[in-house]
């Protein structure tokens, strides 16, 4: 069964420091991978995606994500948190081989960033 | 680019009545649109996948008479609520994909339905 794990329900980190929301998956197939964040009363906005090629991906608001096919991981990172990063990120999965584009959501992980 | 538009943002309204959801693109052409509904500090539930000019294929446990979605152009969605009661009181959100490539699906704001 396909399946998105994010282990974490909430993460708090200090302003300036690095974070890290973690996410791992199970597919049939190669994965293609999304980072989304949520914040409140409003939908979800698109972040980064790994399709194929370099592990590393670069996303919006100077957020990247390492993709690693033997730890069937898709860590979302960043170098130095802003308090306005608190928000609800989500992580989802698509299977290459689905031909309705339909994404397999993570839980949830809502990020927390301390003044 | 890449612009949702979903209207209304937040909905009372008394039990029984129906209450229309409407999901555009405004940027894009959408072949394909997802309707989600969000609990409380939960993940999204994917309710039913609608592609331009075809009947909505409706995930198992979503009562397709209940939520009536219509997919009648590529840039519009609708989600119709049914009869609501207070537990169809949720967070709807819907997404679109141009269907092409490997797009991601892009968000409407939601729209926050109150059944009293």
């Known amino acids: 069964a396909q399946s998105v794990a994010q282990p974490e329900d909430q993460v708090n980190v200090a302003e300036g420091n690095p974070l890290t929301v973690k996410c791992t998956y199970s597919?049939?197939?190669?994965?293609?991978l999304f980072w989304y964040v949520q914040y409140p009363n409003r939908g979800l906005q698109f972040l980064l995606k790994?399709?194929?090629?370099d592990n590393l991906v670069k996303g919006s608001y100077g957020f990247e994500a390492e993709f690693n096919k033997s730890q069937t991981s898709f860590h979302l990172k960043k170098p130095s948190a802003l308090v306005s990063d608190s928000a609800l990120y989500f992580c989802?999965?698509?299977?290459?081989?689905?031909?309705?584009?339909?994404?397999?959501w993570g839980a949830g992980t809502k990020l927390i960033i301390k003044p | 680019g890449a612009v949702v538009s979903q209207h209304p943002s937040w909905v009372i309204c008394k039990s029984g009545t129906s209450v229309k959801i409407e999901c555009r693109s405004l940027?894009?052409?959408?072949?394909?649109m997802f309707w989600y509904r969000q609990f409380p500090k939960q993940s999204l539930m994917l309710m039913a996948t609608?592609?331009?000019?075809?009947?909505?294929?409706?995930e198992q446990g979503v009562e397709k008479d209940k939520f009536l979605i219509n997919h009648a152009s590529l840039t519009l969605s609708t989600l119709t609520v049914t009869s609501a009661h207070p537990e169809d009181s949720s967070f709807y959100i819907c997404?679109?994909?141009?269907?092409?490539?490997?797009?991601?699906?892009?968000f409407g704001d939601g729209t926050r339905l109150s059944i009293l």
């Open positions: 997404s679109a994909s141009t269907g092409l490539g490997v797009q991601p699906q892009h």
């Open positions: 940027d894009f052409q959408a072949t394909t």
């Open positions: 609608s592609n331009e000019g075809s009947k909505a294929t409706y």
């Open positions: 597919v049939s197939g190669n994965p293609y």
């Open positions: 790994y399709i194929t090629g």
């Open positions: 989802a999965v698509r299977d290459k081989g689905d031909s309705n584009y339909q994404l397999i």
